[in-house]
């Protein structure tokens, strides 16, 4: 007999329940979620660089008072662009209930802002040295620093060299140029922000970058130096030198080589201009002195006239500020040597003091007239006349008293101290060739027979003395 067997029928009911149960349970999370979201607000923590500022409800709470005032700040600087010279951060928070004082906020933004122009700053070690409106001022001053020790041709041409390196022939006779024109300190310029007050016109700013600070030096006292002399020198008045140096008064006297507080000027920036230059200089001749022992000591003779020769230089010339520092030839030309100059130098002594004995003081002639009365006076010496030449020679070793003319009569007179008592006159001379105070030696020349004074004929009229006495000059040959 076959059983029938029958599968028992499935509840559909639970399976139904659970996914109602499903479905009501993502529903109620989705609600609970949006729900949570519609509680948070977004605020904003502020900063002015360091500082906390406060909480606000949204940025432009703070930069809505910063426009302000930079407006403000705007009007009344004319030509300046102005920004904010903190650092402004803001930190976004989510919270359940909002903490944000935007009032509280916009009285400490007030308190704390520090408004500044926008300006360029020309930079040496690390700091601003000076401000101008812009970078194209700044660009403006360097240029015009430059233009303080080269001109503007001079400054292109550099320019034109830098820019396409261009090789430069050899320099000309005469000529002289630029090669660079460069500031000495490792400056550089970039964009930064300031107090208005402090931005300088370009000009200004040339000229403070000139004159710099004061640095203060000391000075050593020269001979004839005073307070007033010292302190023109430093641009300083006499109050300030005062002030500079504890007890000294207008009254007080100045010692050589004491030492005074002054102040010099210190440019911030140093120009250096680099020339190269043509330049043709004298060569100073070279002189080779021959002793020669016949002529009297203290004469001398050129034998070979000197004359000077000439080099071309090319230099290479550095300045800074306008001063010369280095100057080195890197080129030298012999145009014309140098013609050496010999010189003859006496080196025999004379003696001063006569021997006692005279020597005829012409070249042979003849006693044209003698001592003694003569047309109803005295005729003090002997005339002699027709030598064999007119040189006139010393008759001993002695000194010249006197050399020159006479107004008594003599014309020009020689008149020599033998240094032993006696004097010897010479006179009627044409020409002198001694001088007073010379020594000369017996035999010597000293001057040219003539007919100068009261004179009948070239003659030289001759006179000795002993003691002061007048004597017969015939007595001594």
């Known amino acids: 007999m076959d059983l029938e067997v029958t599968q028992p029928k499935r509840n559909a009911t639970p399976r139904f329940l659970l996914t109602c149960m499903a479905f009501l349970y993502a529903f109620i999370m989705i609600s609970s979620s949006v729900d949570a979201d519609s509680t948070f607000e977004t605020v904003f923590h502020v900063y002015m660089d360091d500082t906390y500022v406060g909480t606000v409800s949204d940025k432009s709470v703070v930069e809505n008072v910063v426009e302000k005032l930079i407006d403000e700040q705007?009007?009344?600087?004319?030509?300046?662009?102005?920004?904010?010279?903190?650092?402004?951060?803001?930190?976004?928070?989510?919270?359940?209930?909002?903490?944000?004082?935007?009032?509280?906020?916009?009285?400490?933004?007030?308190?704390?802002?520090?408004v500044k122009a926008v300006a360029s700053a020309i930079m040496l070690d690390g700091e601003a040295i000076a401000y101008v409106k812009d970078s194209s001022d700044a660009e403006k001053v360097i240029n015009d620093l430059k233009?303080?020790?080269?001109?503007?041709?001079?400054?292109?041409?550099?320019?034109?060299?830098?820019?396409?390196?261009?090789?430069?022939?050899?320099?000309?006779?005469?000529?002289?140029?630029?090669?660079?024109?460069?500031?000495k300190e490792p400056f550089f310029i970039k964009d930064d922000k300031t107090d208005p007050k402090n931005v300088l016109t370009y000009k200004d700013a040339v000229k403070f970058l000139q004159k710099g600070t004061l640095e203060e030096k000391k000075h050593v006292v020269k001979?004839?130096?005073?307070?007033?002399?010292?302190?023109a020198k430093y641009d300083l008045s006499i109050k300030q030198l005062k002030e500079l140096n504890e007890g000294i008064t207008e009254d007080s006297i100045l010692q050589i080589?004491?030492?005074?507080?002054?102040?010099?000027?210190?440019?911030?920036?140093?120009?250096?201009?680099?020339?190269?230059?043509?330049?043709?200089?004298?060569?100073?001749?070279?002189?080779?002195?021959?002793?020669?022992?016949?002529?009297?000591?203290?004469?001398t003779k050129i034998k070979q006239e000197g004359k000077s020769g000439k080099n071309a230089y090319i230099y290479k010339i550095k300045e800074v500020n306008g001063q010369q520092?280095?100057?080195?030839?890197?080129?030298?030309?012999?145009?014309?040597?140098?013609?050496?100059?010999?010189?003859?130098?006496?080196?025999?002594?004379?003696?001063?003091?006569?021997?006692?004995?005279?020597?005829?003081?012409?070249?042979?002639?003849y006693v044209s007239s003698g001592m003694g009365q003569r047309w109803g006076s005295l005729h003090k010496g002997i005339d002699i006349a027709r030598p064999s030449n007119y040189t006139i020679k010393a008759a001993d070793h002695g000194v010249v008293v006197s050399a020159g003319w006479d107004n008594g009569g003599y014309g020009n007179k020689i008149v020599i101290d033998h240094q032993n008592g006696f004097r010897t006159v010479y006179a009627h001379l044409s020409s002198i060739s001694v001088s007073a105070g010379q020594k000369v030696e017996k035999g010597s020349a000293i001057g040219i027979?003539?007919?100068?004074?009261?004179?009948?004929?070239?003659?030289?009229?001759?006179?000795?003395?002993?003691?002061?006495?007048?004597?017969?000059?015939?007595?001594?040959?």
């Not at 903190?86 to 308190?111: C, G, H, W």
């Not at 002189?287 to 004469?299: C, L, R, Y």
Request: proline share 4%; aromatic share 8%.
């Open 74 to 114: 705007q009007a009344k600087y004319e030509g300046f662009n102005f920004g904010l010279g903190n650092k402004l951060t803001y930190i976004s928070e989510q919270v359940f209930r909002s903490n944000a004082d935007n009032t509280a906020v916009e009285k400490e933004v007030k308190d704390l802002a520090t």
């Open 147 to 183: 233009l303080q020790y080269v001109s503007k041709k001079d400054l292109s041409f550099v320019n034109m060299l830098k820019a396409t390196k261009e090789k430069l022939p050899e320099i000309k006779k005469d000529e002289s140029r630029v090669l660079n024109v460069s500031i």
């Open 223 to 231: 001979e004839g130096e005073a307070l007033e002399i010292i302190a």
């Open 257 to 299: 080589g004491q030492e005074l507080n002054t102040v010099v000027t210190k440019p911030l920036l140093h120009v250096v201009v680099d020339r190269e230059k043509y330049q043709e200089e004298s060569v100073p001749y070279e002189t080779e002195v021959i002793e020669d022992s016949s002529m009297p000591k203290g004469e």
């Open 325 to 365: 520092t280095k100057k080195e030839a890197t080129k030298e030309v012999v145009l014309e040597k140098p013609v050496k100059q010999i010189t003859i130098k006496g080196t025999k002594v004379i003696p001063s003091r006569g021997t006692g004995s005279f020597a005829w003081p012409t070249n042979g002639g």
């Open 449 to 477: 027979m003539g007919s100068t004074g009261n004179s009948t004929g070239t003659h030289l009229h001759f006179e000795v003395y002993q003691n002061g006495q007048l004597r017969n000059p015939l007595g001594f040959f």
